[in-house]
């Protein structure tokens, strides 16, 4: 079963709120280019993937570890990476700062049990704000998305804290469900 660690902007921020209306009008526009709908998600970075548990009780166990371990988790906006496949087609690409390289860490000995440093080589943290399969994006299509990113980008930079969420990414984006939660404090 494919489960994801993700972190949310903390509920209700004006973060979480302008990044969800992100997501939801560049998915109407990218079905301009399209013969199917794009999906509409929760805002979310996504710490690590590939995570193995048993049961509720390890979830809520797991969730509670790496909160606690989690701290004031710095999310720092960089900008727009086009990376051209499906769940990182438009990426808001973020820093990776050390509160969020010490998150994901723990996060892959805790809940997958690796070698980070193969991990962490290759880590990209985003925000995507758009799943297609449309690729190369189109130049108008483009300047839109960066243009609203921009607005975005003089409002704020990213979030402290927020919302761990192990998804189950099964399926279709719109029938994934979260296995639990815990907020950052």
């Known amino acids: 079963m494919p489960i994801s660690l993700w972190l949310c902007p903390p509920s209700g921020s004006h973060v979480q709120q302008s990044l969800e209306q992100l997501i939801q009008t560049f998915a109407s526009i990218i079905d301009v280019f399209r013969e199917d709908k794009s999906p509409v ?4 970075l996504t710490i690590t993937n590939d995570v193995s548990i048993e049961n509720e009780q390890e979830i809520s166990q797991k969730l509670g570890d790496l909160t606690k371990l989690a701290g004031e988790t710095a999310i720092e906006f960089e900008g727009v990476d086009y990376r051209g496949s499906y769940f990182v087609a438009v990426p808001l690409a973020c820093h990776q700062t050390d509160s969020l390289l010490a998150l994901a860490t ?3 000995q805790i809940l997958v049990g690796d070698d980070e440093i193969a991990f962490l080589k290759s880590y990209r943290p985003h925000v995507s ?3 297609t ?3 190369p994006i ?6 839109y998305i960066e243009g609203h990113v921009l607005k975005l980008l ?3 930079h990213g979030w402290n804290g927020g919302r761990l969420v192990l998804m189950k990414c099964e399926g279709p ?3 994934w469900t979260a296995l639990g939660h815990k907020d950052i404090i």
């Open 133 to 135: 399969n449309v690729d």
């Open 173 to 175: 984006v719109d029938s």
């Open 41 to 44: 998600f929760p805002a979310h």
């Open 129 to 131: 704000l758009a799943y």
């Open 138 to 143: 189109p130049t108008d299509a483009r300047s």
């Open 154 to 156: 003089q409002y704020t």
């Open 106 to 108: 723990k996060a892959r």
